[in-house]
């Protein structure tokens, strides 16, 4: 069983601090891996994708792959009310599977 | 970027009946879809891929006969939950892989609501 853990929340942050969202996973074949940040009653949107270990930037968003402890996590800089969302992690397996975790709820607040 | 559509966007049925929900890609040809399934406040879960010109492969735990899956051209599928009941009533959404074999573009998704 392929399983893609998240913790739940919420996370609440202030606006303009960073957000830090974990997740990790089971399968260790696993190559490609994603954020997707999901607004209620939406579909996901991709935020960004990494595919090798260590950090990739784009904009405030940074994530990080540790493929040797299974880990990947999205950073937030400045974090903004209009980042408050559910953010979800997904692991694509083969042939274009993709395993979602269950999802952080963000909350900026003002 | 590719865009794929979702036909309808809500339905709501009684128990009883089968839905039809189509998935489109507009722009560019999908010879794989993803079928997802979300219910509220959790995640998607993968219902089934299906393949132009060939069956569909079901996630395990996914009732085949339930949840028919017809991928009749290289930019449609669709979807029929048949003898629809109030546990089918969920968010479900489309995917198909972009050129690049690990993106995925998502439909807007279909809420159906089964009284």
């Known amino acids: 069983q392929k399983e893609v853990e998240q913790n739940s929340g919420p996370l609440s942050v202030p606006e303009g601090a960073i957000a830090s969202l974990n997740c990790t996973y089971s399968d260790r074949v696993s190559q490609s891996f994603f954020w997707y940040r999901q607004y209620s009653g939406k579909s996901p949107e991709l935020i960004m994708s990494?595919?090798?270990?260590g950090d990739k930037e784009d904009g405030r968003f940074t994530a990080q792959l540790n493929k040797a402890s299974q880990y990947v996590s999205l950073l937030i800089r400045d974090s903004q009310p209009s980042d408050s969302a559910t953010y979800l992690c997904?692991?694509?397996?083969?042939?274009?599977?993709?395993?979602f975790g269950s999802g952080t709820k963000l909350n900026v607040k003002p | 970027g590719a865009v794929v559509s979702q036909h309808p966007s809500r339905v709501i049925c009684k128990s009883g009946t089968s839905v039809k929900i189509e998935c489109r890609s507009l722009d560019f040809q999908a010879t794989t879809m993803f079928w997802y399934r979300q219910f509220p406040k959790q995640s998607l879960m993968l219902m089934a891929t299906s393949n132009e010109g060939s069956k569909a492969t079901y996630e395990q735990g996914v009732e085949k006969d339930k949840f028919l899956i017809n991928h009749a051209s290289l930019t449609l599928s669709t979807l029929t939950v048949t003898s629809a009941h109030p546990e089918d009533s969920s968010f479900y959404i489309c995917?198909?892989?972009?050129?690049?074999?690990?993106?995925?573009?998502f439909g807007p998704g279909t809420r159906l609501t089964v009284l």
């Open positions: 995917s198909a892989p972009g050129q690049r074999t690990d993106t995925q573009y």
């Open positions: 990494i595919y090798s270990n």
């Open positions: 997904a692991v694509n397996y083969n042939f274009n599977k993709f395993y």
